[in-house]
Each structure stands twice: as structure tokens, then as C-alpha cells.
Nanobody, 115 residues
Framework: QVLLVESGGGLVQPGGSLRLSCTTS????????MGWYRQAPGQQRELVAT???????NYADSVKGRFTISRDNVKNTMYLQMNSLKPEDTATYYC?????????WGKGTLVSVSL
């Protein structure tokens, strides 16, 4: 099965930056749409950003202009560069791989934005 492993989460002050990484199988990475989702305490999981196999991106309105999603199909890694972090960005961030209604998920990495 496809294995997705996130890293890069942690504690950061408002206005700070973090870069999340998601590494997966090289055999399937290049043909899957990849995405980042997050789930805050007491809330539903929501879409943060997606990136297709050819690099087309989509962002939630709440992160536009602050977050950047990218992928390296050679390194089999997807990234989420998060700048100007806000307390409302606090959540567990999950890596997702999707193709024709088939989804794979990582276990998540916690991002906490506070003083």
C-alpha cells in the first residue's frame, strides 16, 4: 500500500513560518494529485491546498497568499511552506494522495501557533 509520512510540524509564534513535508512511494507519487488537509480541535477536517501531477494548485481562501504547496516528483516529496502563521492555523495537518476516488492518508503532523 501507499505510505505517506508527514514531518515538519511544531510550535511557532504568530507571524512565524514552518515547512511541512510529505514523502511517499516513488512508484505512485507522480500520478497522484497531492494535498494538505488540516483538522483543528473540535472542527471538521478541511482542505488546505492541492497540487496536481502537472503542478496546478488550489488553495483554501484562508491560506491564499500565505501558504505555498509544491511537489518534487524526483524526491517523491510534497511540501507546504507556511508563512505569516496565525493562531487559527493551529491544527493537525494531513498529507493526502488521490486518484480516481482512491485516497491515501498520512498520520498527520501537529502545527501549533501561539505565543
Amino acid at each position: 500500500q501507499v505510505l505517506l509520512v508527514e514531518s515538519g510540524g511544531g510550535l511557532v509564534q504568530p507571524g512565524g513560518s514552518l515547512r511541512l513535508s510529505c514523502t511517499t512511494s516513488g512508484n505512485i507519487f507522480a500520478v497522484y494529485t497531492m494535498g494538505w488537509y488540516r483538522q483543528a480541535p473540535g472542527q471538521q477536517r478541511e482542505l488546505v491546498a492541492t497540487i496536481t501531477t502537472y503542478g496546478r494548485t488550489n488553495y483554501a481562501d484562508s491560506v491564499k497568499g500565505r501558504f505555498t504547496i509544491s511537489r518534487d516528483n524526483v524526491k517523491n516529496t510534497m511540501y507546504l511552506q507556511m508563512n505569516s502563521l496565525k493562531p487559527e492555523d493551529t491544527a493537525t495537518y494531513y498529507c493526502n494522495a488521490n486518484r480516481i476516488s482512491t485516497d491515501y492518508w498520512g498520520k498527520g503532523t501537529l502545527v501549533s501557533v501561539s505565543l
